[in-house]
Every structure is written in structure tokens, then in C-alpha cells.
């Protein structure tokens, strides 16, 4: 039986050093049935020569690949774009500076599945330097090597100190009040596309609607 399709979505801008780097994080991805929307914001430098020079191992990898190039929009417009294209029943949204772990997918997927009462599982997020080598933060967010001189070993750990409303091991995480109030996501997260559809209806609600 095959599993279920998850679209993974970059949205890229300026990013020429590191997008390849993303994008073959998803190649490399155990989980196998994957859809790729790669969507150019209007990069001002190589980042779209960047994607057209991997768009032949895509399109040989991916179930559907699809490479966008448009005007900058930003951040907002550029998402809505790759989720309304989206075929996947399952989004995996990625920067197009982050790096996904091989195993992401297909265990975030697992969990998900075998748990239909929840929409959204995330993982740890390790915090790397431009050349990709794992570090870790001092208090003002400063990259340092050595264990014992950080404050922050992860991005996930940084999410916790800063948000110390959210306990992020019980059921207030995640919750749509907590999402509207504080984004305390970390990234690489995936999530059922009719959870997020939900989300959206929610937020368009009016408030006295959404919360009683």
C-alpha cells in the first residue's frame, strides 16, 4: 500500500548558498512519496539559477515536483501560493536555510498516522553555522562550539526558555488560542493539510465566534 503524499514547501529568498543544501535534505529523505514546491520570492541574487541547476534530480525524485519563480511578495503570499498547489494530504513546510534530518519525515509521518486525534508533529531543531557544522548559542543568540560556554544547545530548548507559558510536553502546545497569542513552533514541523485549513477558517472567524 503506498503511503500517503506529503508536500514539502521552500520558499526561497535570497538564499544562493544554502538552498541546494535544503533541497537535497528532502532528496535525501527515507519517507519516499514527496511532493516538491520550490517557490522563488523574487531572489536578488543566484538563488533561482541555485534550483534550476538540481530541478533534474527533482523531478527524478519527487512524486511532483514544481519550481516556481515569481515577483517578491514575501513570506505570507509565497506559502499560500505552495498550500493552495499542495496535492499532499500531509504539508512539510522548510526555509530554504534549514537542513532536514533523513529520517524527518518518515518519523513525524509515523506519529501522525498512527495518531489521528492530532494535526501536528515536530521535532528537535539542532542550530548549524553557514557551512553547516552544528553549534549552539550564548545568551544574546551569539554561535558558539563549546558546550559549556552556550545557553542554548538547541532552537527548540531557545523556544522553551523564551516562551515559559507554553508547556510544550502537555496538550497547551499547539493549541489554537496559544498559536494566535505566541508562534512557538519550532521548525520542520508537518501537519495535516485540513488542520491547517481549520487553523485558517478559525483565524478568519470572528473572535467571539472563535472562542466562547
Known amino acids: 500500500m503506498k503511503k500517503d503524499l506529503i508536500t514539502v514547501i521552500i ?6 548558498n544554502y538552498v541546494q543544501h535544503t533541497i537535497n535534505s528532502i532528496i535525501q529523505q527515507t519517507y519516499s512519496n514527496i511532493e516538491l514546491i520550490v517557490i522563488n520570492d523574487g531572489s536578488r541574487d543566484k538563488s ?10 527533482c523531478t ?40 532536514a534530518e533523513t529520517t524527518a519525515l518518515q518519523i513525524l509521518h509515523e506519529f501522525l498516522s498512527q495518531n489521528a486525534d492530532y ?3 515536530v521535532g528537535g531543531n539542532k542550530l548549524i553555522d553557514s557551512d553547516n557544522t552544528q553549534c549552539y548559542w550564548d545568551k544574546d543568540q551569539n554561535i558558539v562550539y563549546d558546550k559549556s560556554e ?7 530548548e531557545y523556544l522553551r526558555k523564551k516562551r515559559p507559558n507554553i508547556d510544550f510536553l502537555s496538550e497547551q502546545f499547539g493549541l ?10 519550532p521548525n ?10 481549520n487553523l485558517v477558517d478559525t483565524l478568519r472567524a470572528p473572535q467571539w465566534k472563535t472562542f466562547t
Do not use: C
Not at 552556550?150 to 527548540?156: G, I, K
Not at 489554537?176 to 513552533?185: F, K, S, V, W
Not at 520542520?188 to 485549513?197: N, S, V
Open 48 to 57: 533561482n539559477e541555485m534550483i534550476k541547476d538540481i530541478a533534474d534530480k
Open 11 to 16: 520558499p526561497v529568498y535570497n538564499h544562493e
Open 119 to 121: 494535526g501536528l508533529a
Open 176 to 185: 489554537y488560542n496559544n498559536l494566535i497569542a505566541d508562534n512557538h513552533i
Open 60 to 99: 527524478e525524485r519527487f512524486t511532483h515536483f514544481t519550481h516556481i519563480d515569481k515577483k517578491n511578495e514575501g513570506i505570507i503570499k509565497t506559502l499560500n501560493v505552495g498550500i493552495n498547489m499542495a496535492q499532499g494530504k500531509y504539508l512539510y513546510i522548510i526555509a530554504s536555510d534549514d537542513i
Open 188 to 197: 520542520g514541523y508537518l501537519l495535516e493539510k485540513k488542520w491547517w485549513m
Open 150 to 156: 552556550a545557553t542554548y544547545l538547541t532552537f527548540d
